[in-house]
Each structure stands twice: as C-alpha cells, then as structure tokens.
C-alpha cells in the first residue's frame, strides 16, 4: 500500500504562484510514476501533468504546459507541482495520484492506483 498526502493549495490571487506537495508513505515510493489531477465543481477529473520515477521524464496536458512543473525528490519521498500565473480557471482540487506502469504517457485516472485525499486550489480575480 502506499498512502499519498496533498498540501500547498489555498486562496490566492490570480498572477500568483503555488507548490502543491504530495507526501508518501507505505511501499517504495520511488519506483512509482506519479501524476497530478484536478477536478473543478462539476467537470470530470483532468490530467495535469506526470513524472516517472527518476524524474527524467515528464508529461503535461497540452492546455499546463509553461505555467505547470512537476518535479520529485525521492529522498523526501515527494512530488512536487509547481504552478505559476495562477487564473480563476485553475480552481479546482488537485490529485496526485501513484502508478505501477513506468510510462508517463498514462493520463487517465482509471490508470493509477493510489490517490491522495486532494487539496483545494482557490483562484480569485
């Protein structure tokens, strides 16, 4: 089992910037791909980025690319998801969510097997 905790997200102004943090426990966490996911009020849950287990490779919804970064650092057992230019539309809770498969093409939430219990991002105008 691996047990995932999200934090970082909050209120902030739109042009701000946050990291959201993901904390693991429980199995080796470092040979997990690790994606981040949102879902706003009403919309199904959206692919935002992933990284593999090194974190050479990256992958990121065409719609984050430039304003999202993810990142890990192993020895903290941490995945990292940095947001910058923050907008309204970035509203949302954010997952992250772990994943046996090696390949960071996989952006369907069907696909990965443990998930964090969220954290609220609130963008205002």
């Known amino acids: 089992q691996v047990q995932l905790v999200e934090s970082g997200g909050g209120l902030v102004q739109a042009g701000g910037s946050l990291r959201l943090s993901c904390a693991a426990s429980?199995?080796?966490?470092?040979?997990?791909?690790v994606a981040w996911f949102r879902q706003a009020p009403g919309a199904e849950r959206e692919f935002v980025a992933a990284?593999?287990?090194?974190?050479?490779?990256?992958n990121y919804a065409d719609s984050m690319k430039g304003r999202f970064t993810i990142s890990r650092d192993n020895t903290k057992n941490t995945v990292y998801l940095q947001i910058h230019s923050l907008k309204p539309e970035d509203t949302a809770v954010y997952y992250c969510a772990a994943s046996f498969n090696p390949w960071v093409s996989r952006t369907k939430p069907v696909e990965y097997v443990y998930w964090g219990q969220g954290t609220q991002v609130t963008v205002s105008s």
């Open positions: 990284i593999n287990w090194s974190g050479v490779n990256t």
């Open positions: 429980g199995r080796t966490y470092s040979s997990f791909t």
